[in-house]
T-cell receptor, first 114, second 116 residues
Framework: SAVISQKPSRDICQRGTSLTIQCQVD?????MFWYRQQPGQSLTLIAT?????????ESGFVIDKFPISRPNLTFSTLTVSNMSPEDSSIYLC???????????FGQGTRLTVV | AQKITQTQPGMFVQEKEAVTLDCTYD???????LFWYKQPSSGEMIFLIY??????QNATEGRYSLNFQKARKSANLVISASQLGDSAMYFC?????????????FGEGTQLTVNP
């Protein structure tokens, strides 16, 4: 299994500002994933972060709004830029382990934009 | 079309009884994996159980078992001897081997309430 430390666990931010979320894994992983969960909804994949290359974004998500860094095989950050109240969500990072038979998540970041 | 469908927005069960949470999926990929997660009100996603498309046996993990019916494309989660702490949102998810990066696609979730 993989242990993922994600921070901050929650934050309240002013509109127009940016927040960077960090994800640290206790083992080296090839791929890390960032998901968004809007209030009362399911999880939606934002992007896949690979070490040494640019992140791959899903339809509806752009790099200018959600820049991602992946400096090594155990760490990644997601920035939510120029925030608006519509960005209020839980953001979660995830890694795949065990020959793709396990997928673990960080504790999540509960973001409120006011 | 929805890839993962959870038709029960909410379910109620009495403590110590068993409950089944439904999940159906849609894929043409012969190799895929199905996951169940528990999300308490704290927001974390807790991995419960995994079933591979080629697995011959239904997966079990403690009080959790997966009723995998491949021909019907269903992967229902069975929780035995429900406990008050089982009250949470439950998500079914699928990984298709053809999808880039082994991303997961999630259903809409089922809110389970265990009554004392």
């Amino acid at each position: 299994s993989a242990v993922i430390s994600q921070k901050p666990s929650r934050d309240i931010c002013q509109r127009g500002t940016s927040l960077t979320i960090q994800c640290q894994v206790d083992s080296q992983v090839t791929m890390m994933f960032w998901y968004r969960q809007q209030p009362g909804q399911s999880l939606t994949l934002i992007a896949t972060a690979n070490q040494g290359s640019e992140a791959t974004y899903e339809s509806g998500f752009v790099i200018d709004k959600f820049p991602i860094s992946r400096p090594n095989l155990t760490f990644s950050t997601l920035t939510v830029s120029n925030m608006s109240p519509e960005d209020s969500s839980i953001y979660l990072c995830s890694v795949v382990a065990g020959s793709f038979t396990e997928a673990f998540f960080g504790q999540g970041t509960r973001l409120t934009v006011v | 079309a929805q890839k993962i469908t959870q038709t029960q927005p909410g379910m109620f069960v009495q403590e110590k009884e068993a409950v089944t949470l439904d999940c159906t999926y849609d894929t043409s990929d012969p190799s895929y994996g199905l996951f169940w997660y528990k999300q308490p009100s704290s927001g974390e996603m807790i991995f419960l159980i995994y079933q591979g498309s080629y697995d011959q046996q239904n997966a079990t993990e403690g009080r959790y078992s997966l009723n995998f019916q491949k021909a019907r494309k269903s992967a229902n989660l069975v929780i035995s001897a429900s406990q008050l702490g089982d009250s949470a949102m439950y998500f079914c998810a699928m990984r298709e081997s053809s999808s880039s990066g082994s991303r997961l696609t999630f259903g809409e979730g089922t809110q389970l309430t265990v009554n004392p």
